[in-house]
C-alpha cells in the first residue's frame, strides 16, 4: 500500500468496517454465493475505502456516499424475495429453434475468436494478457470483443438451459464448456465470472439443474487459476502476483483515484443532460456508423492526467454510477441517477425469478439480461452496447431458426399427405 501512498492497516480496518456494513444492508437481497450481487457489493466496499483515503473535499465525499445510499434505497424499493419458481418445460418445437439459435450464435462468437487468435493471437496466451486483452481488438478486430461481452453471455446461458432440459444434453453440455474455453483465451480475469453468475442464476430456481453448483466450484477454481497465471506473468513471481491480486481487488473502485481531483472535476463540468444522452446511445450509433465512437469516460480522465492514450486504454477505469450521475446531473440529479439505477437492477432480477416464459429463447434472454443488467452500475455504456449487441443478433438468429423449422414442417406434412407416411420421423 505504499506504492499509493497509504498504509496498510488503516485500508484493513476501513476495509472491514464496509465490508460488515454492506454484507448488514445487502445479505437479504443475495439469494447464493453465486449471485453477482456480491461482486458489486465487492466493487462498492473498495471504491468506500478509496473514498476514504482520497476524496479530501467533504462535499464531494458526501455526494458519494449519498449516492451509495441512494442506490441502496433504489434496490430496496423494488426488491422482493422471489418465490420458487416452477420447473420450467419446453415443447419439442421451441427446443429445436433454440437449438438453432444457439448454434448459429456459437459459430459466429467462435469464428470471431478464432479469427483475432489467427490474425494477432489469443491474448491470454500473450506476454502481457491485460494489456493484450484491449490492444488485441483495436485495428478492425473490435467486432470479436463486441461478441465477447453480448453473445459470449447468451450462448452460455442458452446452452444451460438445454443442457439441463433439452433433447441433445450432452451436446449443448459441450457448448457451454467450448464457451468457457472461449471466454478464458480473451484474456480477461473477471470474464469466467459470467459463467458463475449464470449457473447461480439456474439453479436458483426451482428444478433446474443443483448439480451444477459442483461444476461451479471447479470452474470457481479454474477462474482463480487463469487470473494467478496472468498476474504472476505480469508481476514475475508468485508473491508478487498474489500482492497483484489485492491491489487489483481494492482498485475494483479506482475511477474514485482519478475522477474526484479538481482539475479532473473542473474538466467535465461542462456535460450535461444531453452529452448524457448521446454518451448512452453512442455504442449503437457508432455501430450503425451514424457517429464515431466516443472513449469511455475513464480513457478520457487518464489521459487528461497522464497524457498518454495508450494508456488510457488499458489502466482507463470504469465510470461507475455514482461518478457517472454526478458528472451529468450533478450533486442532486446524481443522487437521483443513482437510485434510478439501483431499482432497474432490482426490477430486471424480479423479471427474471417472477417470469411465466415457457421458451427457451425467451428465458434464456431473461437469464442473459440479469447478468448484463449489473453492467449498468459499472459502465453504462457498456450495457448498452451488449444489450444492442446480444438481442439484435439473437433477433435476426430467432427468425432464420423459425423459418427453418417452419419450412421442415411444412415439407413433413407434405410428404405425409402425398405418401400418406412419416417420411420425416423425427420432424417436430
Same mark, same amino acid.
Not at 423494488?78 to 429453434?97: E, G, K, L, N, S
Not at 462468437?109 to 478464432?114: I, Q, T, V
Given at each position: 500500500?505504499?506504492?499509493? &501512498?497509504?498504509?496498510? +492497516?488503516?485500508?484493513?480496518?476501513?476495509?472491514?468496517?464496509?465490508?460488515?456494513?454492506?454484507?448488514?444492508?445487502?445479505?437479504?437481497?443475495?439469494?447464493?454465493?453465486?449471485?453477482?450481487?456480491?461482486?458489486?457489493?465487492? %466493487?462498492?466496499?473498495?471504491?468506500?475505502?478509496?473514498?476514504?483515503?482520497?476524496?479530501?473535499?467533504?462535499?464531494?465525499?458526501?455526494?458519494?456516499?449519498?449516492?451509495?445510499?441512494?442506490?441502496?434505497?433504489?434496490?430496496?424499493?423494488?426488491?422482493?424475495?422471489?418465490?420458487?419458481?416452477?420447473?420450467?418445460?419446453?415443447?419439442?418445437?421451441?427446443?429445436?429453434?433454440?437449438?438453432?439459435? %444457439?448454434? =448459429?450464435?456459437?459459430?459466429? +462468437?467462435?469464428?470471431?475468436?478464432?479469427?483475432?487468435?489467427?490474425?494477432?493471437?489469443? /491474448?491470454?496466451?500473450?506476454?502481457? /494478457?491485460?494489456?493484450?486483452?484491449?490492444? *488485441?481488438?483495436?485495428?478492425?478486430?473490435?467486432?470479436?470483443?463486441?461478441?465477447?461481452?453480448?453473445? &459470449?453471455? +447468451?450462448?452460455?446461458?442458452?446452452?444451460?438451459?438445454?443442457?439441463?432440459?433439452?433433447?441433445?444434453?450432452?451436446?449443448?453440455?459441450?457448448?457451454?464448456?467450448?464457451?468457457?474455453?472461449?471466454?478464458?483465451?480473451?484474456?480477461?480475469?473477471? &470474464?469466467?465470472?459470467?459463467?458463475?453468475?449464470?449457473?447461480?442464476? %439456474?439453479?436458483?430456481?426451482?428444478?433446474?439443474?443443483?448439480?451444477?453448483?459442483?461444476?461451479?466450484?471447479?470452474?470457481?477454481?479454474?477462474?482463480?487459476?487463469?487470473?494467478?497465471?496472468?498476474?504472476?506473468?505480469?508481476?514475475? *513471481? =508468485?508473491?508478487?502476483?498474489?500482492?497483484?491480486?489485492?491491489?487489483?481487488?481494492?482498485?475494483?473502485?479506482?475511477?474514485?483515484?482519478?475522477?474526484?481531483?479538481?482539475?479532473?472535476?473542473?474538466?467535465?463540468?461542462?456535460?450535461?443532460?444531453?452529452?448524457?444522452?448521446?454518451?448512452?446511445?453512442? /455504442?449503437?450509433?457508432?455501430?450503425?456508423?451514424?457517429?464515431?465512437?466516443?472513449?469511455?469516460?475513464?480513457?478520457?480522465?487518464?489521459?487528461?492526467?497522464?497524457?498518454?492514450? %495508450?494508456?488510457?486504454?488499458?489502466? &482507463? /477505469?470504469?465510470?461507475?454510477?455514482?461518478?457517472?450521475?454526478?458528472?451529468?446531473?450533478?450533486?442532486?440529479?446524481?443522487?437521483?441517477?443513482?437510485?434510478?439505477?439501483?431499482?432497474?437492477?432490482?426490477?430486471?432480477?424480479?423479471?427474471?425469478?417472477?417470469?411465466?416464459?415457457?421458451?427457451?429463447?425467451?428465458?434464456?434472454?431473461?437469464?442473459?439480461?440479469?447478468?448484463?443488467?449489473?453492467?449498468?452500475?459499472?459502465?453504462?455504456?457498456?450495457?448498452?452496447?451488449? @444489450?444492442?449487441?446480444?438481442?439484435?443478433?439473437?433477433?435476426?438468429?430467432?427468425?432464420?431458426?423459425?423459418?427453418?423449422?417452419?419450412? =421442415?414442417?411444412?415439407?413433413?406434412?407434405?410428404?405425409?399427405?402425398?405418401?400418406?407416411?412419416?417420411?420425416?420421423?423425427? @420432424?417436430?
Amino acid at each position: 500500500m505504499q506504492a499509493i &501512498g497509504i498504509d496498510l +492497516w488503516p485500508v484493513v480496518l476501513a476495509a472491514a468496517v464496509f465490508s460488515a456494513l454492506y454484507v448488514l444492508f445487502y445479505r437479504r437481497f443475495v439469494f447464493s454465493l453465486l449471485d453477482p450481487l456480491n461482486i458489486f457489493v465487492l %466493487t462498492q466496499v473498495c471504491s468506500c475505502v478509496l473514498a476514504v483515503f482520497f476524496v479530501s473535499e467533504p462535499l464531494m465525499l458526501l455526494q458519494f456516499f449519498a449516492a451509495q445510499i441512494s442506490f441502496w434505497l433504489g434496490f430496496r424499493i423494488c426488491f422482493r424475495a422471489q418465490a420458487p419458481a416452477q420447473a420450467m418445460t419446453f415443447t419439442a418445437r421451441d427446443m429445436q429453434v433454440a437449438e438453432i439459435v %444457439t448454434v =448459429l450464435l456459437l459459430l459466429a +462468437w467462435a469464428g470471431a475468436n478464432l479469427y483475432v487468435g489467427a490474425t494477432v493471437g489469443f /491474448p491470454l496466451l500473450s506476454a502481457n /494478457p491485460s494489456e493484450s486483452k484491449v490492444t *488485441s481488438f483495436m485495428g478492425g478486430l473490435g467486432f470479436a470483443k463486441r461478441f465477447n461481452f453480448g453473445i &459470449g453471455v +447468451w450462448v452460455p446461458a442458452s446452452a444451460l438451459l438445454l443442457a439441463i432440459h433439452g433433447e441433445h444434453r450432452r451436446m449443448f453440455k459441450f457448448v457451454f464448456f467450448l464457451s468457457v474455453l472461449i471466454t478464458a483465451l480473451g484474456g480477461s480475469k473477471g &470474464g469466467l465470472l459470467s459463467f458463475l453468475y449464470i449457473i447461480g442464476y %439456474t439453479t436458483a430456481r426451482e428444478g433446474m439443474g443443483r448439480k451444477w453448483i459442483r461444476f461451479s466450484r471447479v470452474l470457481g477454481v479454474s477462474a482463480f487459476a487463469i487470473v494467478m497465471i496472468v498476474l504472476i506473468r505480469e508481476n514475475g *513471481s =508468485l508473491v508478487d502476483g498474489l500482492a497483484g491480486l489485492m491491489k487489483r481487488v481494492l482498485f475494483y473502485g479506482d475511477v474514485v483515484i482519478y475522477y474526484y481531483k479538481p482539475e479532473i472535476m473542473h474538466h467535465f463540468a461542462n456535460l450535461g443532460v444531453k452529452d448524457f444522452l448521446l454518451s448512452e446511445l453512442n /455504442p449503437i450509433l457508432g455501430a450503425l456508423r451514424l457517429t464515431p465512437y466516443q472513449d469511455p469516460l475513464g480513457y478520457q480522465m487518464v489521459n487528461y492526467s497522464l497524457g498518454n492514450y %495508450t494508456l488510457a486504454t488499458i489502466m &482507463g /477505469p470504469n465510470t461507475l454510477f455514482f461518478v457517472r450521475g454526478h458528472v451529468y446531473f450533478g450533486i442532486l440529479g446524481g443522487t437521483l441517477y443513482a437510485a434510478t439505477i439501483g431499482y432497474i437492477v432490482a426490477r430486471v432480477r424480479r423479471w427474471y425469478f417472477e417470469s411465466k416464459v415457457h421458451t427457451p429463447i425467451a428465458t434464456a434472454s431473461l437469464l442473459c439480461f440479469a447478468v448484463l443488467i449489473f453492467y449498468l452500475p459499472l459502465e453504462s455504456p457498456l450495457f448498452v452496447s451488449s @444489450a444492442f449487441d446480444t438481442f439484435i443478433p439473437v433477433g435476426v438468429c430467432f427468425c432464420v431458426a423459425k423459418i427453418s423449422v417452419y419450412a =421442415l414442417r411444412h415439407v413433413h406434412d407434405e410428404a405425409l399427405r402425398v405418401t400418406g407416411s412419416r417420411a420425416f420421423p423425427n @420432424a417436430v
